[in-house]
């Protein structure tokens, strides 16, 4: 297992990469310049800033410069909010994001499993097809159209909550944007469940099980469920990732302090250190979970092999 990690880790030298690569020279060629302003700096006082964060140089030498940092875990100063280094920022916003994304994540995967194991039971029956019609709804309906008609019918009109804000993670101002984040992914974790159970319940050992005469609940709690979920712990490394990383709609919708709002107004602001520092953190967690969910997969099914 070890030389397997070993190897996951190499390979992940290169992606990660390949994705600084393409996210630097994307970023310098989109247009508009993080110091443009409403009042234009004099040509003096433009080029001295420019100078002040190596912005002078020709752009290659740029990206040898900003990958020479990376390296040494240095992933530069920000160009916009001043005294203050990407990795400040990742620091300061990065437990709003990885509060919200783990109950998120842990409400969606308990109901998601429970819907879809009760869909897979009931095939075809009344359960089945409301559990379904519900998954599909959570899937088509967009979070920045839950997350307005939730504020607006709960926390507007009714008054039970609060409509935005952080309050140092007081637990109203938690439950809306939990509860936006939630939603899709419970839709995504039951329709993956429902057609992981049907499979297993169809096959061989469970038919074996039965005629053994183990009551159904041991059934499908001991042998069904775990064979069951191994799509789903494929789905839930990027799945986890983006939602611990931050939902960009979400937090700017509930004005939250997370990862995801300052990504949206970094990219707007053309704050390339930051911007660069975020999609650097985001592909470094995608990797490590994937690879989790891989050593997840072979505990759970012992026909994996990681050589």
């Known amino acids: 297992m070890l030389q397997y990690i070993g190897r996951r880790l190499l390979v992940a030298i290169p992606t990660l990469f390949l994705v600084i690569t393409a996210a630097f020279f994307m970023m310098r060629a989109a247009p508009g310049s993080p110091f443009d302003m409403d009042r234009k700096?004099?040509?003096?006082?433009?080029?001295?800033?420019?100078?002040?964060?190596?912005?002078?140089?020709?752009?290659?030498q740029q990206y040898v410069d900003y990958l020479a940092g990376v390296v040494q875990g240095d992933l530069g100063p920000s160009l916009k909010y001043r005294d203050k280094t990407v990795l400040d920022i990742v620091k300061e916003n990065y437990p709003v994001s990885l509060r919200l994304g783990f109950f998120a994540i842990a409400i969606a995967s308990v109901i998601g499993?429970?819907?879809?194991?009760?869909?897979?039971?009931?095939?075809?029956?009344?359960?089945?097809?409301?559990?379904?019609?519900i998954a599909i709804l959570g899937v088509c309906i967009p979070t920045f159209v839950t997350a307005p008609l939730l504020v607006l019918g709960i926390a507007s009109k009714l008054g039970w909550l609060p409509t935005a804000g952080w309050n140092d993670g007081a637990l109203p101002n938690m439950v809306l944007p939990v509860v936006v984040l939630a939603l899709p992914q419970i839709a995504i974790i039951s329709r993956l469940t429902r057609a992981g159970m049907i499979e297993v319940l169809h096959s061989n050992y469970i038919r074996t099980a039965r005629a053994k005469g183990l009551p159904e609940w041991l059934i499908v709690?001991?042998?069904?469920?775990?064979?069951?979920?191994?799509?789903?712990?494929?789905?839930?490394?990027?799945?986890?990732?983006?939602?611990?990383?931050?939902?960009?709609?979400?937090?700017k919708i509930f004005n939250l302090p997370g990862l995801g709002k300052f990504f949206v107004i970094s990219a707007l602001q053309r704050d390339y250190t930051v911007v660069m520092g975020m999609v650097i953190f985001y592909a470094g967690l995608i990797l490590l979970l994937n690879l989790i969910a891989d050593l997840l997969y072979a505990v759970l099914d012992p026909r994996v092999r990681l050589a």
């Open 221 to 251: 709690r001991k042998h069904a469920l775990r064979a069951a979920i191994l799509p789903l712990v494929s789905y839930l490394g990027p799945a986890c990732a983006g939602l611990i990383t931050g939902s960009l709609v979400v937090e």
């Open 113 to 133: 499993v429970s819907l879809g194991v009760m869909a897979a039971l009931r095939q075809n029956r009344m359960t089945d097809n409301v559990v379904m019609t």
């Open 41 to 60: 700096l004099s040509p003096e006082i433009e080029a001295n800033v420019l100078a002040q964060y190596g912005m002078d140089k020709p752009l290659g």
